[in-house]
């Protein structure tokens, strides 16, 4: 059965401490990995796209990595307004989408 | 562009009670999802849509039936409302099956 896990659930950080987020997965041929950024009351919004082992993709202070078995979102120097739900999913040969439960990430001035 | 637009933004029902959602995209995507959100189980995958007259079941599809009439607009019905489907739904958009585009949300209580 895919399935996708997310940890931690909840993260704080002080303003300008780095950390990661996990994603681990088992699906049945991978097709995708995806983070999305939610915020409160808000539907998410795309951040990236993984597809094989080794990728790596970055966007100002996030950098997405993908093996075979799980994903991390490294933040770099967070500021407040990267606080927010991270979530993970991953799209399968049956074209079918798996997301997890999310990073509650709060940044602290 | 307004993107993925969702109505109502809330509504409240009392069991047995029908209501259909509605989505709407402006990006002439072809591919149309609908998921629901609940605390501690993240976005569940109930139907979604390959293109126009085409609907597939996705994860958790009991209880709910779709419509893809129009490419630009996806239905989600709900026949006979359950307390177990109060939820968060939100409908999505993408041009393949690759990055969605999601809308604000439908905040559904059923009572």
């Known amino acids: 059965e895919d399935q996708v896990t997310q940890s931690p659930e909840a993260l704080r950080l002080q303003e300008g401490e780095s950390s990661s987020l996990n994603c681990s997965y088992t699906v049945s041929g991978l097709r995708g990995l995806f983070w999305y950024r939610q915020d409160p009351g808000k539907g998410p919004e795309f951040l990236f796209t993984l597809y094989s082992a080794g990728e790596e993709k970055e966007k100002e202070r996030l950098k997405a990595t993908l093996t075979k078995k799980e994903s991390f979102l490294h933040i770099t120097a967070p500021k407040p307004e990267d606080s927010a739900t991270y979530l993970c999913a991953v799209r399968d040969t049956g074209n079918q989408f798996y997301f997890g439960t999310g990073t509650s990430l709060t940044v602290i001035p | 562009n307004a993107g993925v637009t969702q109505t109502p933004k809330f509504r409240v029902l009392k069991t047995g009670q029908s209501m259909t959602l509605l989505c709407a995209q402006d990006m002439n995507h072809e591919y149309m999802y609908w998921y629901r959100q609940d605390p501690g189980m993240g976005l569940r995958l109930i139907h979604y849509?390959?293109?126009?007259?085409?609907?597939a079941k996705g994860e958790v599809p009991d209880g709910y039936n779709v419509s893809r009439l129009k490419k630009q607009n996806f239905l989600l019905g709900l026949e006979s409302a359950a307390p177990s489907q109060t939820s968060v739904y939100f409908c999505?958009?993408?041009?393949?099956?690759?990055?969605?585009?999601f809308g604000p949300g439908t905040r559904l209580t059923v009572l």
């Open positions: 999505a958009s993408s041009i393949r099956l690759v990055r969605q585009f």
């Open positions: 849509s390959v293109g126009e007259g085409t609907t």
